[in-house]
C-alpha cells in the first residue's frame, strides 16, 4: 500500500507562470494549425491544455491578447547567432544576404505552419492588426540594420524598398510552409533577391 508521502511525490508538479504560458502558447499553435483561428478562443485553449478559464484569461486577458502573444512569440527574427554571423561575414552584400535569407526562412519555419493562420488572423482582428504592423516594422528595421555596413548613406530613403523586401520574404516562406519549394529553394530564392534589390546601392557599386 503506498504511503501518504509516496502519492504526494507522485503528483504531477505545478507549472511556474513562465512554463505554463509557454504550454499555453505551444497548445495555441497547435490548435491554429487544427482547428484554425476562428474556433481558437481562451475558453477552447483552457479547455485543450487541461487548465481552467481563468488561468488563460490571466496570461492573455482576451481573444485578442492570446493573438499578440502567438505573433510576438512567432516573429523572433534575429537570433544572437545570426547577428554575430552577420558581424564576422565579408562585408558584401551577397555575404549578408545569404545570412538574412538563411535565418529569415529559418525562424519562419520555428514558428511552423501556424503562422500563415495567424497573420490572417491577426490582419482580421482589429485590436491585434496594429501590433502585427509593428512586427512587420521591426522586420524592415532588421533588414536596414543587416545592411548598412555594405550600402551607401541613403539607407533612410528606401524604407518602401524595404517594406518590399520583407512582403516578399513572407510571401516566399508561405510558399516554403505550403510545399510548394524546398527550405534550401526559399532560401535561394531569397537570397537572390534581396542581392539583385540591393546590389545597385552597394558602396563598392
Do not use: W
Not at 540594420?145 to 510571401?171: C, H, I, T, W
Amino acid at each position: 500500500m503506498s504511503s501518504v508521502s509516496e502519492t504526494r511525490s507522485e503528483r504531477p508538479k505545478r507549472l511556474s507562470k513562465a512554463d505554463r504560458r509557454r504550454q499555453l502558447l505551444e497548445v495555441a499553435k497547435h490548435l491554429l494549425e487544427t482547428i484554425g483561428a476562428d474556433e481558437l478562443t481562451l475558453a477552447v485553449l483552457a479547455e485543450r491544455a487541461g487548465v481552467s478559464k481563468p488561468i488563460a484569461y490571466d496570461h492573455f486577458e482576451s481573444r485578442s491578447g492570446l493573438l499578440i502573444a502567438l505573433l510576438d512569440d512567432t516573429s523572433q527574427y534575429y537570433a544572437s547567432d545570426a547577428e554575430a554571423k552577420i558581424a564576422r561575414a565579408p562585408q558584401t552584400v551577397r555575404a549578408i544576404a545569404e545570412i538574412v535569407a538563411t535565418a529569415y526562412v529559418q525562424c519562419s519555419l520555428d514558428a511552423g505552419p501556424a503562422l500563415i493562420v495567424l497573420a490572417a488572423a491577426v490582419e482580421a482582428n482589429s485590436e491585434a492588426r496594429e501590433a502585427g504592423r509593428a512586427v512587420q516594422s521591426d522586420h524592415v528595421a532588421s533588414f536596414q540594420r543587416a545592411f548598412e555596413g555594405v550600402l551607401d548613406d541613403k539607407v533612410g530613403q528606401r524604407a518602401p524598398l524595404y517594406k518590399a523586401l520583407v512582403a516578399a520574404a513572407n510571401s516566399i516562406c508561405d510558399d516554403r510552409h505550403k510545399n510548394k519549394i524546398s527550405t534550401e529553394q526559399a532560401a535561394h530564392a531569397l537570397t537572390h533577391l534581396l542581392v539583385t534589390s540591393l546590389s545597385p546601392f552597394a558602396k563598392n557599386a
